[in-house]
């Protein structure tokens, strides 16, 4: 990976995407002069804002960092990542029929996956 990868990535959506960084910024809560300098190298973002940016271009934080090539999860991995979610951990471990009601869960995913 090359030094950059995350400012690069994030240069490389923006402009595939066909947006200005004036834009990009505002919808952020950055100015167009720290997007630039998060493009460029010159400054990282941090853990919070890398998030913020994944969730704007559409796209997974292992994506921008380069540790996939992959910009979205595949419908498995979408779903793993739905099912393992510790916020509904507690929920899930009370359900009593586990493998009935993990296909229900499926379901409620679907709908909520679609609702984006």
């Known amino acids: 990976m090359t030094d950059n990868i995350l400012g690069k990535r994030m240069k490389f959506i923006r402009e595939k995407k066909d947006i200005k960084q004036k834009e990009v910024a505002l919808a952020l809560g950055v100015s167009p002069y720290q997007l630039s300098r998060y493009e460029s190298g010159k400054s990282k973002p941090d853990p919070e804002l ?6 704007y271009y559409s796209v997974t934080t292992d994506y921008l960092h380069g540790l996939s090539d992959q910009p979205q999860l595949s419908e498995k991995e979408a779903f793993e990542a739905f099912h393992n979610n510790p916020e509904l951990e507690r929920w899930y471990r009370q359900l009593p029929n586990k493998e009935e009601d993990l296909i229900r869960l499926k379901k409620i995913w679907e709908a909520f996956k679609d609702e984006d």
């Not at 890398?50 to 969730?55: D, E, F, G, R, V």
């Open 50 to 55: 890398i998030t913020k940016i994944a969730k």
